[in-house]
């Protein structure tokens, strides 16, 4: 039996918002502190439809990777809290 503990919406919100602010700053730090390329890449999805970017192809498979994967999460979710 899976146990999903319950959060509030808005904690949800208030820790994508944090996390979206951290990434940006982590980029930014890198960009700054590296020696080499700063690679960056993702996945925005609209609807059904991804748009994937990134600046080589390493980057674009890791962030659809990733997107697969939080997808399945999300499905997941979806079909055990409603």
Same mark, same amino acid.
């Given at each position: 039996?899976?146990?999903?503990?319950?959060?509030?919406?808005?904690?949800?919100?208030?820790?994508?918002?944090?996390?979206?602010?951290?990434?940006?700053?982590?980029? &930014?730090? *890198?960009?700054?502190?590296?020696?080499?390329? $700063?690679?960056? =890449?993702?996945?925005? #999805?609209?609807?059904?439809?991804? !748009?994937? &970017?990134? *600046?080589?192809?390493?980057?674009?498979?890791? $962030?659809?990777? =990733?997107?697969?994967? #939080?997808?399945?999460?999300?499905? !997941?979710? &979806?079909?055990?809290?409603?």
């Amino acid at each position: 039996m899976l146990v999903f503990i319950y959060v509030h919406m808005n904690t949800l919100l208030m820790l994508g918002i944090i996390l979206f602010f951290a990434g940006i700053l982590l980029i &930014f730090l *890198s960009s700054l502190t590296a020696l080499k390329e $700063a690679k960056t =890449g993702g996945v925005v #999805l609209i609807g059904p439809l991804p !748009i994937v &970017f990134g *600046s080589d192809k390493e980057t674009v498979l890791i $962030a659809i990777i =990733g997107a697969i994967i #939080l997808m399945i999460i999300a499905f !997941i979710f &979806f079909l055990y809290l409603h």
